[in-house]
């Protein structure tokens, strides 16, 4: 180590242990590098060819950003971090692929308070493998370390991704019909939402997040770990299937605020739908949580996805061709409601969200056992 950096390490930041993580993350980020990527691993700035858009008559580019929210914490906690990046992935790129986009790249953000380089590696790997799974090029990331703000263990993950649409294959609110049907796909878990509350559920209770839970046949730890489902690369190959072109008029990745917030953002004014609880039957670990926090499962349709990952809007005349092609690309698929544009009185409705002036939603009846 020289001299200056053996000054910075005595201020807790350690430079040789950065560049230690980054030779142990360098194989999985490069496995997600196709031809368009320029320059490999270790540049000030991530390249990608962007001529390998002239083929497109009009391409619009698609761009998101987010984070794993406090499920980080329990990560922590049990000293497990090679699923976190693939919730990251997910919160990111499944954003993209609503609109219809194709990821094409991403980077990543770790802030940390010391930097322990299998732990990082492991965090990246996972956000390659990821970034791999949805045919993303990881180009670039941070890795800053932030002793005194951050503790020696603690962490917090951020990325973000560029992808691209035709102009006239993006999908948006402006599709949707009178008629449409709303196809629901299954969630893995509890994706990377309402971790606050669930931590708060197990702190009431005493539970660590050790603990073996009977229920959930794994430590809690372990099973609220369960990463976020992928549903880009399903959805992508769908939406090419010439057999159903123009079928799928809109998307909606259920996250931050919940089943019937996210819907209401991706309907035009004036369409509504009810979505009926009996479709599906909530997970066991909603199910579990609810129970312990005292809570039920309709006053936590604002917290949690209860099981459901995405939403498609859909030709009500193809909905089945549809729900099949995504069933056959690994994604369990059901039927949840049918839009409307019939005028009616909102009352109970959730209308549009984070700004968007959109359609109405509300769920009704009761779950399926």
Same mark, same amino acid.
């Given at each position: 180590m020289s001299e200056n950096a053996s000054i910075y390490a005595q201020s807790g930041v350690d430079t040789e242990a950065g560049d230690l993580a980054v030779e142990l993350m360098k194989s999985?980020?490069?496995?997600?590098?196709?031809?368009?990527?320029?320059?490999?691993?270790?540049?000030?700035?991530?390249?990608f060819d962007a001529s390998a858009l002239t083929g497109y008559k009009r391409p619009l580019l698609a761009s998101s950003t987010d984070g794993v929210g406090t499920k980080v914490a329990i990560a922590?906690?049990?000293?497990?971090?090679?699923?976190?990046?693939?919730?990251?992935?997910?919160?990111?790129? +499944? /954003?993209?692929? *609503?609109? @219809? #986009?194709?990821?094409l790249f991403m980077t990543d953000y770790i802030a940390c308070g010391k930097v322990v380089p299998q732990r990082i590696a492991d965090i990246v790997r996972g956000i390659a493998e990821a970034c791999e799974a949805t045919g993303t090029a990881l180009v670039?990331?941070?890795?800053?370390?932030?002793?005194?703000?951050?503790?020696? +263990? /603690?962490?917090? *993950?951020? @990325? #973000?991704?560029?992808?691209?649409?035709?102009?006239?294959?993006?999908?948006?609110?402006?599709?949707v019909r009178d008629g449409d049907v709303v196809l629901a796909m299954a969630a893995s878990g509890l994706h990377s939402n309402g971790f606050s509350l669930v931590r708060h559920i197990?702190?009431?209770?005493?539970?660590?997040?050790?603990?073996?839970?009977?229920?959930?046949?794994?430590?809690?730890?372990?099973?609220?770990?369960?990463?976020?489902?992928?549903?880009?690369?399903?959805?992508?190959?769908?939406?090419?299937?010439?057999a159903l072109d123009g079928a799928i008029h809109a998307l909606s990745h259920v996250t931050g605020g919940g089943i019937a917030a996210n819907l209401a953002r991706v309907?035009?004014?004036?369409?509504?739908?009810?979505?009926?609880?009996?479709?599906w039957s909530p997970l066991p670990v909603f199910r579990h949580l609810a129970e312990l926090g005292g809570h039920t499962l309709e006053s936590l349709e604002s917290a949690w996805n209860l099981g459901i990952g995405m939403f498609a809007v859909v030709d009500g005349a193809r909905a089945p061709q549809v729900a099949a092609a995504l069933t056959a690309q690994g994604l369990e698929t059901w039927v949840a409601g049918e839009i409307s544009t019939a005028a009616r009185d909102?009352?109970?409705?959730?209308?549009?969200?984070?700004?968007?002036?959109?359609?109405?939603?509300?769920?009704?009846g009761a779950y399926a056992s």
């Amino acid at each position: 180590m020289s001299e200056n950096a053996s000054i910075y390490a005595q201020s807790g930041v350690d430079t040789e242990a950065g560049d230690l993580a980054v030779e142990l993350m360098k194989s999985a980020v490069s496995r997600t590098h196709g031809p368009e990527v320029i320059g490999g691993v270790g540049g000030f700035a991530g390249l990608f060819d962007a001529s390998a858009l002239t083929g497109y008559k009009r391409p619009l580019l698609a761009s998101s950003t987010d984070g794993v929210g406090t499920k980080v914490a329990i990560a922590q906690a049990i000293d497990k971090h090679d699923t976190i990046g693939q919730d990251l992935v997910a919160m990111v790129v +499944d /954003d993209i692929v *609503v609109v @219809g #986009a194709k990821p094409l790249f991403m980077t990543d953000y770790i802030a940390c308070g010391k930097v322990v380089p299998q732990r990082i590696a492991d965090i990246v790997r996972g956000i390659a493998e990821a970034c791999e799974a949805t045919g993303t090029a990881l180009v670039g990331g941070e890795t800053a370390e932030h002793p005194g703000l951050l503790g020696p +263990d /603690d962490y917090d *993950v951020a @990325g #973000a991704a560029t992808g691209v649409v035709e102009a006239d294959k993006m999908l948006s609110p402006e599709l949707v019909r009178d008629g449409d049907v709303v196809l629901a796909m299954a969630a893995s878990g509890l994706h990377s939402n309402g971790f606050s509350l669930v931590r708060h559920i197990l702190s009431e209770r005493g539970i660590g997040y050790g603990q073996h839970s009977a229920e959930l046949g794994a430590s809690y730890g372990e099973a609220l770990l369960e990463p976020t489902a992928l549903y880009t690369s399903p959805l992508l190959r769908v939406l090419e299937d010439p057999a159903l072109d123009g079928a799928i008029h809109a998307l909606s990745h259920v996250t931050g605020g919940g089943i019937a917030a996210n819907l209401a953002r991706v309907l035009p004014q004036g369409a509504w739908v009810e979505v009926e609880r009996a479709s599906w039957s909530p997970l066991p670990v909603f199910r579990h949580l609810a129970e312990l926090g005292g809570h039920t499962l309709e006053s936590l349709e604002s917290a949690w996805n209860l099981g459901i990952g995405m939403f498609a809007v859909v030709d009500g005349a193809r909905a089945p061709q549809v729900a099949a092609a995504l069933t056959a690309q690994g994604l369990e698929t059901w039927v949840a409601g049918e839009i409307s544009t019939a005028a009616r009185d909102f009352a109970g409705f959730e209308q549009g969200a984070k700004g968007v002036d959109g359609g109405a939603v509300r769920l009704v009846g009761a779950y399926a056992s």
